[in-house]
């Protein structure tokens, strides 16, 4: 399975952008597709985690009520909106799949393939 991850960009704080997760090689509905994120000189870490075979989607609690997934089946994408965006949303972005436990889903080193990155900056 390979990710390719896009939709990045510089947005004002407030602002919304939405990326993309385009899944080839495999079906999307048959992994769990995670959202991490890493900001320079922090660790990476989970946004959201959407379990396979159209399971719920979870958020971190830093983006709980902003930011929403939804995905496309026939297009094999997944979409991670992000709407009132902060500084503090700065990173690049990474999505992943996988097939951790509920357990250990939080956890980046449970997923077997990983998608290349997409830059968000919030700044004024």
């Known amino acids: 399975v390979q990710l390719q991850a896009s939709g990045g960009g510089l947005v004002q704080p407030g602002g919304s952008l939405r990326l993309s997760c385009v899944v080839s090689?495999?079906?999307?509905?048959?992994?769990?597709v995670a959202w991490f994120r890493q900001a320079p000189g922090k660790e990476r870490e989970g946004v959201s985690v959407?379990?396979?075979?159209?399971?719920?989607?979870y958020y971190s609690d830093s983006v709980k009520g902003r930011f929403t997934v939804s995905r496309d089946n026939a297009k094999n994408t997944l979409y991670l909106q992000m709407n009132d965006l902060k500084a503090a949303d700065t990173a690049v972005y990474y999505c992943a799949a996988g097939y951790p436990i509920l357990s250990v889903h939080w956890d980046s080193r449970m997923y077997r393939a990983w998608g290349q990155g997409t830059q968000v900056t919030v700044s004024s």
């Open positions: 959407t379990r396979q075979s159209g399971g719920r989607t």
């Open positions: 090689g495999s079906n999307l509905a048959s992994y769990t």
